[in-house]
């Protein structure tokens, strides 16, 4: 998906000296994965970006999922769902620009009522997000009664709303296991991603009921991917993301969030690697691991290729689109948030069981 859409490139900012001045220091960090011509396209919009920041203090979270030139272009600061929700949560900024999806902006509003809090692109959704409503919770609460119900941040603040705690792709087994023993049952819903959950229920005891969203990104990659990408590569390790199906992660050699990802790369510096998820996420780790190959099937997520520099700079100078969220919500829906932020915990990842010495050793550093 172009970052650019045709009615941008007739409105293109010009690439001046000033705006060159500005930007050279960037475009060094980015050159391997950025073309000069393209760069040149982007640069008016970083220069112009970066300098409205400061005009109205704002800043903006950027996801791991966002291309480059967002991602180290104009992102104050970068990483994983939790990471995000955190850097909101301590944030002193007026404005929070989200860089990334819908829920993230809301997760960002619910933890920062007093801010404003804009999304580039209202169509920047989600397909676990909208698998699931506030409604669809309370009728399982009814169905299981004292079973604590576990939310994944892919969520909207109504689906929060109803939830006992959160997890993210980092803390999923922890936070299960820390609800069941607060709770003190041998069951736990975790909704709404049932192959993060199936994924879960590989690493714990705990009885997991869950939902039948998916991740329309990561549901596509199969077993057969991952044998043909090491049959084409050998040696190559296979980092997953634990949205995909249990059989693709069964294959892979280590299983974590985007961050948990990145960090693999920086601390085992791979000969080849493959990271099975959304496809910004190996230009961004690249660059920070230029003696790392990077083998490169992954699949585009739509919605977070929605956010573009042009969108971004529309955003601060509009103020468009402003997250708003009943306050009632945004009461009921901080506390698992908050919750899950609180907990001491340890693991970056989850992982397959026959590399578990190996990455319980990751961890141990983390
Ligand atoms: P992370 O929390 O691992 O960044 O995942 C968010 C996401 O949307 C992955 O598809
Ligand atoms: Fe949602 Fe999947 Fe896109 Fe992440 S990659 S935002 S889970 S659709």
């Known amino acids: ?69 967002i991602f180290y272009g104009v992102g104050d600061f970068a990483g994983d769902s939790l990471q995000l929700a955190k850097e909101a ?78 997890c993210t792709s980092s803390n999923a087994v922890e936070v299960v ?19 993060l959950a199936k994924n879960v229920a590989a690493m714990t005891d705990i009885k997991i009921v869950t939902w039948a969203g998916a991740c329309e990104v990561h549901e596509r990659f199969t077993a057969d991917d991952i044998r043909e990408i090491r049959e084409g590569n050998p040696g190559v390790v296979v980092l997953a993301h634990p949205e995909c199906p249990p059989d693709v992660l069964a294959e892979a050699d280590f299983a974590g969030s985007t961050s948990g990802m990145s960090n693999y790369v920086k ?15 190996s230009d961004n780790v690249a660059l920070e691991n230029p003696k790392v190959n990077f083998v490169r099937p992954c699949n585009l997520c739509p919605h977070m290729k929605r956010i573009t520099l042009p969108g ?29 932020i609180a907990l001491p915990l340890t693991r970056q990842s989850m992982y397959n069981h026959a590399h578990a010495p190996e990455v319980a050793a990751i961890e141990a550093r983390a």
């Open 1 to 69: 998906m172009p970052a650019f859409g045709d009615e941008t490139l007739k409105t293109a900012l010009p690439y001046t000296d000033a705006v060159r001045a500005k930007t050279d220091h960037i475009y060094a960090r980015v050159a391997d994965v950025i073309p000069e011509i393209e760069w040149r396209l982007h640069a008016p919009y970083i220069a112009a970006i970066n300098d409205l920041k400061k005009e109205k203090n704002a800043v903006i979270l950027a996801h791991n999922y966002m291309t480059p030139e």
């Open 267 to 281: 601390e085992k510096q791979p000969d080849n690697v493959v990271l099975i998820t959304e496809c910004s996420m």
């Open 177 to 195: 296991e820390h609800a069941a023993k607060e709770f003190g049952t041998d069951t736990v819903i975790l909704i709404p991603d049932q192959f």
């Open 89 to 166: 949560a301590k944030s002193d900024a007026d404005i929070i620009v989200q860089a990334g999806v819908h829920f993230m902006a809301e997760t960002s509003k619910i933890l920062c009522p007093e801010k404003t809090v804009l999304i580039p692109d209202l169509r920047a959704g989600c397909s676990l997000a909208s698998s699931i409503t506030g409604a669809d919770v309370r009728l399982m609460k009814q169905k299981y009664p004292g079973v604590p119900v576990v939310t994944y941040v892919n969520t909207t603040a109504d689906v929060k709303a109803e939830t006992d705690i959160c």
């Open 312 to 340: 971004i700079l529309r955003a601060l100078q509009t103020m468009e689109h402003e997250v708003e969220i009943d306050p009632e919500i945004i009461e009921r829906a901080r506390k698992p948030i908050e919750r899950m």
